[in-house]
């Protein structure tokens, strides 16, 4: 029988492997089965001048909820930066591009798909 060890930290930025060796993530990353990972709302990029990785949010009209971040769907939005869903066009409201950051009011006389 093989023993795996899953322990992490109470705030969540250190796990301890099968081996018995802590890891503590990086600044604004936490572990998740035994590996680091960024937060929700954010990615990780590389620098291409140093190659050095670090986790970024998600700019206004993407989201992540797996560590990659989207661009939000025609008919949805994120109006902030580190979203981890986009949020529907209400009522009366309507957006046909994907990366919105808001819904725009729907012309008088026509109404949104989503109506």
């Known amino acids: 029988y093989e023993l795996v060890l899953k322990l992490e930290s109470p705030d969540g930025t250190e796990f301890v492997d099968a081996m018995n060796i802590t890891t503590r993530c990086p600044d604004g990353?936490?572990?998740?089965?035994?590996?680091c990972r960024c937060f929700p709302g954010s990615e990780l990029v590389e620098d291409p001048d140093t190659g050095e990785t670090s986790c970024v949010q998600c700019r206004p009209g993407y989201f992540s909820a797996n560590g990659l971040c989207q661009q939000c769907a025609p008919g949805t939005?994120?109006?902030?930066?580190?979203?981890?869903?986009?949020?529907?066009?209400?009522?009366?409201?309507?957006?046909?591009?994907?990366?919105?950051?808001?819904?725009?009011l729907c012309e008088p006389g026509t109404a949104s798909p989503m109506a």
């Open 29 to 35: 990353q936490i572990a998740s089965e035994q590996t």
């Open 77 to 104: 939005f994120a109006p902030k930066a580190g979203t981890t869903e986009c949020e529907l066009c209400a009522p009366g409201s309507a957006i046909a591009d994907f990366g919105s950051k808001s819904c725009a």
